[in-house]
């Protein structure tokens, strides 16, 4: 959703001067372009079935390139005209500031946008919302107030096309709410390219699992609520989500920052043969395995394929078979050692020719590539052993698709913001996009480095990524990437800290202590003493219940919560000492209750001669960690409750 910080950057910036050779201004740049982001994805579901969106990702004014605009806006097209859309729009205009929804006018001449202004002023079609309306609202919640308000403008779209552009004869009919029809949502509420972000312990991985699922079988756990618990459904789901991990259909990797182009797409790997020798081969990274696979689902002929070479991998683990070429007759042993390819040696030969499995399923698709050519470089022995798949597997010959219904791959990236992209992702960082994608009519294949393999990815491979932005800010990731993705925050939700298992609804209280009320104020004191992007997540907290013991929260604050705010704050204890500590007063008895506290006496050790001499300006406060009242309710309580005596100071 949008938030106030949102705003606060867009207004604060809205129509001052752009400097491109400032620093602050280029970062000021990136951040306000990621809120196009949230445009897009606002704009996405606002449309109906068949529209179009365009988009211009700039916060420079087109008009005026030397100041930051006032306007972000999306356009939705209904027809083929270019010249009038709806659009989904966030202003900071002279007499509105906040959410618009209407319709407009683009690259028309004067007497035109006169006309269009004259209808303008003179009707509803335009529709408002507050700031404060505005940010209170998730997408979808938008997405239904658009699409609402666009069936209530008055002229409609109809009556102004007509009256501006007389010669159209387009006509559209406007439903009054968003269709809750899965096949019309899966064109938009799952993107293809997507990004869950927040700070450490809001439950993006988690999350992940339940996306994933949710993109190939979407009714699976709306269907799940039905007299299960909490607990029961999650097992359910990760049954279900470790099925698909075995079948292939979901695959999940962790960036880091040794992970390369070989172990994502491809590279070449070494083994050591029985016989001592190495045997060099091309190995398919994740990705590019996910994608052979995501293309091969769509096929049932590939899937009868993919079974048989499973076959005769088995066979020949037990004992090589004998084949003969096609043309000449000449006998070859052929042989599997593991991995993706098979060796074939020629009677009269010397040396092993190795035989893909890439290449098989590329002629058995299209039996007229000439070999060396589109990755078949040994098509005198890999004919034969298609041959041999068809004759002893009852595999048929190969046939296209007729509008099967791709079955959706998901790939889940964890950490994707810790790998350097560029390295990983290579040339491939193109072909993600849903417009280059294999069948679209912008589609685009790159030939691979090193197997030479014709490479495109298929429509129905979905990338699931997770940033940690205690990592990295979204500012700084690679623009590469964040163009490419639409992304999705997950702050801390105190509000999930409540007493499932009683299903009360009330929070969570151990030994008194409120769980949802001490993690918003921790938080709340961290966006003040440092930024959002470095609060703390509730699922550090999810395994407690009302039945637990102090001890067990303290070993949480001792190994977990302790440990992440040293890392923020670089054990800068003194605000570690606000961030719990800030409503405690420095006397008896809030002083025994406090996490963190000065050393009494620290310079005592020094002797007196040290403490008159000139080094003691340069003495730093010395604290020090009081792990006695980890194991106090109060001392916890006191993080979000102000003492008696902090109470009268604050009222003298």
Same mark, same amino acid.
């Given at each position: ?214 993109? $190939? ?6 269907? %799940? ?11 359910? $789901? ?47 990274? $994740? ?31 037990? *004992? ?6 096609? /043309? ?54 890999? /004919? ?20 099967? %219904? ?72 690679? +623009? ?52 959002? *992007? ?44 606000? +961030? ?10 809030? *002083? ?34 009081? %792990? ?25």
């Amino acid at each position: 959703m949008f938030t106030k910080e949102d705003f606060d950057l867009f207004l604060r910036w809205s129509g001052q001067i752009y400097d491109k050779n400032n620093e602050e201004h280029k970062k000021v740049y990136i951040e306000l372009n990621i809120i196009y982001n949230k445009i897009k994805e606002w704009a996405d579901l606002s449309k109906r079935q068949g529209w179009e969106i365009d988009i211009t990702r700039s916060a420079i004014s087109p008009s005026l390139n030397t100041k930051f605009t006032g306007y972000y806006w999306a356009k939705l097209y209904p027809t083929a005209n270019r010249h009038l859309a709806y659009v989904v729009s966030i202003v900071d205009r002279d007499d509105f500031t906040g959410f618009v929804v209407g319709i407009d006018t683009f690259h028309v001449d004067t007497k035109t946008r006169n006309s269009y202004c004259d209808i303008r002023d003179n009707n509803h079609i335009e529709s408002f919302l507050s700031i404060e309306e505005g940010i209170d609202k998730s997408f979808e919640e938008l997405g239904a107030w658009a699409a609402e308000e666009f069936s209530k403008l008055s002229p409609n779209y109809n009556e102004i096309l007509h009256s501006l552009f007389p010669t159209e004869n387009i006509n559209i009919t406007l439903e009054n709410k968003i269709s809750n029809d899965k096949s019309m949502m899966a064109s938009t509420d799952r993107p293809l390219n997507a990004i869950l972000f927040g700070p450490p312990g809001t439950g993006k991985t988690y999350n992940t699992v339940n996306k994933a699922i949710d993109i $190939i079988e979407p009714k699976f756990i709306k269907n %799940l609520g039905q007299g299960l618990s909490d607990e029961q459904q999650r097992i359910e $789901i990760k049954s279900k989500f470790d099925a698909y991990i075995k079948s292939g259909e979901i695959a999940f990797t962790t960036f880091h920052q040794s992970y390369g182009y070989e172990d994502f797409v491809e590279g070449i790997k070494v083994l050591t043969t029985d016989d001592g020798k190495l045997d060099y081969f091309i190995q398919p990274g $994740i990705f590019k395995q996910i994608c052979e696979k995501a293309f091969v689902s769509s096929s049932d002929s590939l899937q009868k394929l993919d079974l048989a070479i499973e076959r005769l991998k088995e066979q020949l683990l037990e *004992e090589p078979i004998r084949l003969k070429t096609e /043309a000449h007759k000449k006998d070859f042993t052929l042989t599997y050692r593991g991995n993706s390819a098979f060796y074939a040696k020629p009677d009269a030969g010397k040396y092993d020719n190795p035989v893909s499995i890439e290449s098989i399923k590329k002629l058995y698709i299209n039996p007229g590539i000439q070999s060396g050519t589109d990755g078949v470089h040994f098509k005198i022995y890999t /004919a034969p052993v298609i041959q041999y798949l068809i004759t002893h597997f009852n595999l048929s010959e190969y046939l296209e698709p007729k509008n099967k %219904l791709e079955t959706p791959h998901v790939l889940i990236i964890d950490e994707i913001n810790r790998g350097n992209i560029s390295k990983i992702f290579g040339e491939l960082i193109t072909l993600i996009e849903p417009d280059k994608r294999k069948g679209s009519e912008e589609e685009i294949s790159v030939i691979l480095p090193y197997s030479k393999d014709s490479f495109s990815v298929p429509q129905n491979v979905h990338i699931i990524g997770t940033m940690n932005t205690a990592d990295v800010s979204i500012a700084k990731l690679d +623009v590469a990437l964040r163009r490419r993705f639409k992304f999705t925050e997950m702050p801390p939700n105190p509000e999930l800290l409540t007493d499932t298992k009683q299903r009360s609804g009330k929070s969570i209280a151990v030994e008194g202590v409120n769980l949802k009320d001490m993690l918003t104020v921790i938080n709340q004191r961290i966006e003040l003493l440092y930024d959002r *992007e470095h609060t703390i997540g509730h699922s550090f907290f999810m395994k407690l219940t009302n039945s637990s013991s102090i001890s067990e929260l303290a070993a949480i604050f001792e190994k977990e919560i302790i440990p992440l705010l040293q890392e923020y704050f670089f054990d800068d204890w003194e605000r570690i000492h606000w +961030v719990l500590d800030a409503y405690k007063s420095n006397s008896e008895p809030d *002083e025994n209750l406090c996490f963190v506290r000065k050393k009494k006496n620290a310079i005592g050790v020094m002797g007196e001669r040290w403490k008159s001499d000139s080094n003691q300006s340069a003495l730093a406060d010395v604290w020090e960690l009081k %792990l006695k009242t980890f194991q106090k309710p109060e001392a916890y309580i006191g993080i979000y409750e102000k003492s008696k005596s902090v109470q009268v100071a604050t009222e003298l």
